[in-house]
């Protein structure tokens, strides 16, 4: 099992929207419609942002969406604020009642 | 409000055990969940270590298997961690979450424990 492949970081400007990928292979991400994302502040615990690809759970911003496309996931956060500044990691299923990290994107606020 | 809270020693002994206790209150550990420990060694991503449904059914990662046990105490409301053989490798920040059905997210995590490996 290899970590779920994301970039290391991307920044964006108040206001604007931002997408982070994940891509996996065709036997996690493209095979199964499991994959959640979860944002991380420095010292706390993740919080989860989307599960099911595209689920929110309630009292998440509907300013962050999921979607896929074949074996890679994305998470698009638009309106972007400066309080969405954290470390992002997707997670999918990956068969064999297993789970995987990416692991973890930089989000930076300019 | 489901609150989930580690323990256990902050240090361990390289060839020792970790072993690390995860409370649950605020909801039945026999609820239809499943209760997962993933860790994060400083300054790096989240490893999924394993998971024990409210029957006791466990999932481990590939990579561990050999050296993890998770258990749960229903009269405790609590379920635990155990890593034999560690590390310095296995030092990280170690949480205990829940993973509701049928996405098995995890939507409640513990505030984290650092343990560390050292002589």
């Known amino acids: 099992q290899s970590a779920l492949t994301q970039p290391a970081s991307v920044s964006g400007s108040p206001g604007q929207s931002i997408t982070i990928s994940c891509t996996g292979t065709?036997?996690?991400?493209?095979?199964?419609?499991?994959v959640s994302w979860y944002q991380q502040h420095p010292g706390k615990a993740p919080k989860l942002m989307i599960y099911e690809g595209s689920k929110r759970p309630s009292g998440v911003s509907n300013r962050f969406s999921g979607s896929k496309s074949g074996n890679t996931a994305s998470l698009t956060i638009s309106g972007l604020q400066a309080e969405d500044e954290a470390d992002y990691y997707c997670c999918s299923y990956a068969g064999f009642s297993t789970w995987i990290f990416g692991g973890g994107t930089k989000l930076t606020v300019l | 409000q489901v609150q989930l809270q580690e323990s256990g020693p902050g240090l361990v002994k390289p060839s020792g055990t970790l072993s690390l206790t995860c409370a649950v209150s605020g909801g039945s550990i026999s609820s239809n969940i499943w209760w997962s420990w993933v860790r994060q060694p400083l300054g790096k991503g989240l490893e999924w270590i394993g998971e024990i449904s409210h029957s006791g059914n466990t999932n481990y990662n590939p990579s561990l298997k050999s050296r993890v046990t998770i258990t749960v105490d229903r009269s405790k409301n609590q379920f635990s961690l155990k890593l034999r053989s560690v590390t310095a490798a296995d030092t990280a920040v170690y949480y205990c979450a829940r993973g509701f059905l049928p996405a098995r997210a995890l939507d409640y995590w513990g505030q984290g424990a650092l343990v560390t490996v050292s002589s």
């Open positions: 065709s036997s996690d991400v493209g095979s199964y419609n499991l």
